[in-house]
């Protein structure tokens, strides 16, 4: 489930606390979480709705400016019509995670693992992150041919890369966290 920045600053201040989606199959459920640039957001309640239940009020919630721009955004999806209740429910993980930057020899070997098992087959861990090395701040298509990827797999595999605190997401392409620097010097 994504936000726009501009929604995510409303969420941050309290302000947005549902959502509307249309999904062929849930992307949350209650009781989980969504880790977003803001943080942490505990997912309270997950529904199905039809339009005609969505109120003035709860497009505000939402952050739309009316009733009318809310449902027009909803009529380019497809699936059935979901409501999201959450709030914030704590910081992003991954910025601590990606300061840890001194790893025991144990951590660093798990890491390691964990990357291995992510190759796969073809590995591709290690290029991705030399490449954002060796170019911070470029744009996920300018990036994704030069490892052979569409750039949509591309940006996939950089939030694997994130979800494990090596990456940082720029307001344009991405660069290397202090714990993804350390791991391509070791």
């Given at each position: 489930?994504?936000?726009?920045?501009?929604?995510?600053a409303?969420?941050?201040?309290?302000?947005?606390?549902?959502?509307f989606?249309?999904?062929?199959?849930?992307s949350?459920?209650?009781?989980?979480?969504?880790?977003?640039?803001?943080?942490?957001l505990?997912?309270?309640?997950?529904?199905?709705?039809?339009?005609?239940?969505i109120?003035?009020?709860e497009?505000?919630?939402?952050?739309?400016?009316?009733?009318?721009?809310?449902?027009?955004?909803?009529?380019?999806?497809?699936?059935?019509?979901?409501?999201?209740?959450?709030?914030?429910?704590g910081?992003?993980?991954?910025?601590?995670?990606?300061?840890?930057?001194t790893?025991?020899a144990?951590?660093?070997?798990?890491?390691?693992?964990?990357?291995?098992?992510?190759?796969?087959?073809?590995?591709?861990?290690?290029?991705?992150?030399?490449?954002?090395?060796?170019?911070?701040?470029?744009?996920?298509?300018?990036?994704?041919?030069?490892?052979?990827?569409?750039?949509?797999?591309?940006?996939?595999r950089?939030?694997?890369?994130?979800?494990?605190?090596?990456?940082?997401?720029?307001?344009?392409?991405?660069?290397?966290?202090?714990r993804?620097?350390?791991?391509?010097?070791?």
């Amino acid at each position: 489930m994504l936000f726009k920045q501009a929604i995510l600053a409303k969420v941050s201040t309290g302000e947005v606390r549902i959502a509307f989606r249309r999904w062929v199959k849930p992307s949350v459920k209650a009781g989980g979480h969504l880790v977003t640039s803001i943080g942490r957001l505990g997912i309270d309640d997950v529904r199905r709705v039809n339009l005609e239940e969505i109120t003035e009020a709860e497009a505000a919630q939402a952050g739309e400016p009316s009733r009318a721009a809310l449902l027009a955004i909803l009529e380019r999806g497809r699936g059935e019509l979901h409501r999201i209740a959450f709030h914030l429910a704590g910081a992003d993980p991954r910025e601590a995670l990606r300061e840890e930057a001194t790893l025991t020899a144990p951590e660093w070997q798990a890491l390691r693992a964990r990357l291995a098992r992510m190759d796969g087959a073809t590995p591709w861990t290690g290029k991705v992150l030399a490449l954002i090395a060796a170019n911070p701040g470029r744009r996920a298509g300018d990036l994704a041919p030069r490892v052979g990827l569409e750039t949509p797999e591309f940006k996939v595999r950089v939030r694997r890369l994130k979800a494990l605190g090596l990456t940082i997401s720029l307001e344009v392409g991405y660069r290397l966290s202090p714990r993804g620097e350390a791991l391509l010097h070791r």
